[in-house]
């Protein structure tokens, strides 16, 4: 298990302590051999795609260090126990020096009347780095408003979901630039295909929907799913895409894996729905763009050192 950067900075200032001068890079190695991890956990990346999470918090504690004034800076990148660094890790326990450290970051943000709230705050916050608060934060608020996008699908008739997943599917790239790709096949006479994607302009080949607006506990089983392919076998692509508010029984799973791509069928439960809905911004809109920035250490590294 990856160490919260908390743990981690009371391990910098042992290996500081007994090494001498280093840089983010030398102190990979043998943190990662005193927690004991796998190289799957040092490599292991943010689901956000921003960067390794080892590597990162070991950022972030070399940081709460510096303006803890526990660690000193020689020169670029590298890093070095200061003398109050040595007394803290001689002589107090590891529980002191975070208490410590924690009250030195958060002074030069405390006002005298709310000292107290922003010291709680911080306390509940205290094994994130900023940089996992913001993430933590950002899939809350994805997650809710992935569950307020299926709670209004069900609210819609079964009709109008067919429609829209035909233009999810448009949205993700399927049909391409091909005009009126995305068909929706009358519903008295669907023959088991609620719609269809064109991959061509004349239509030859084309990818075959189904679509269920069904209750949470109302799980798509094996009969619908065999249903569904039996249609899609006797079009010319045989592929076909089932989508569903929903999930599918294990039965159903199962079966689709059995068929080993003949025809070729995707199932897409109602998490993935969602999911797809809010990558591609379909039936959304942006509400509020961040942007964090980060040092550009080429920059400065281009300038010379006093």
């Known amino acids: ?11 910098i200032l042992k290996e500081l302590y007994a ?17 004991n991890l796998s190289e799957e956990e040092v490599n292991a990346s943010y689901a956000s795609g921003n960067g390794k999470i080892f590597r990162d918090r070991i950022s972030w504690a070399l940081s709460y260090l510096f303006i803890a004034k526990l660690v000193e800076r020689p020169q670029k990148g590298d890093y070095v126990i200061s003398q109050k660094g040595k007394e803290m890790i001689t002589s107090h326990n590891e529980e002191e020096i975070n208490r410590y450290i924690n009250d030195a970051v958060n002074k030069p943000q405390k006002a005298a009347e709310n000292k107290t709230t922003e010291t709680i705050v911080l306390a ?11 993430n933590e934060s950002y899939e809350n608020i994805k997650q809710s408003i992935q569950a ?18 035909v233009e999810l599917l448009q949205a993700m790239g399927y049909g391409g630039e091909i005009k009126n ?4 096949t009358k519903y008295s006479n669907d023959g088991g295909i609620d719609g269809i994607i064109k991959e061509d302009v004349l239509g030859f080949n084309h990818i075959s929907i189904q679509a269920k607006r069904y209750a949470a506990h109302n799980h798509v089983g094996r009969n619908e799913v065999q249903a569904f392919v039996g249609a899609v076998a006797g079009t010319p692509s045989k592929k076909g895409v089932f989508i569903t508010t929903s999930d599918f029984t294990k039965g159903a799973i199962e079966y689709v894996e059995s068929l080993n791509g003949s025809p070729t069928i ?16 379909l ?19 281009a300038m010379d050192d006093e």
């Open 181 to 184: 790709a995305g068909i929706v």
């Open 1 to 11: 298990m990856i160490p919260t950067f908390q743990q981690i900075r009371i391990q």
């Open 266 to 281: 995707i199932l897409i439960n109602g998490m993935q729905l969602t999911e797809y809905m809010y990558e591609c911004g």
């Open 19 to 35: 090494g001498g001068v280093m840089r983010t890079k030398d102190l990979q190695a043998p943190l990662a051999k005193h927690f």
């Open 124 to 134: 509940a916050n205290e094994e994130l780095t900023p940089q996992e608060e913001l």
């Open 283 to 301: 039936g959304l809109q942006e509400e509020r763009v961040f942007k964090v920035m980060k040092l550009d250490r080429d920059f400065w590294d």
């Open 148 to 165: 307020d996008v299926l709670a209004t699908i069900l609210s819609k008739k079964p009709q109008a979901f067919e429609r829209l997943v």
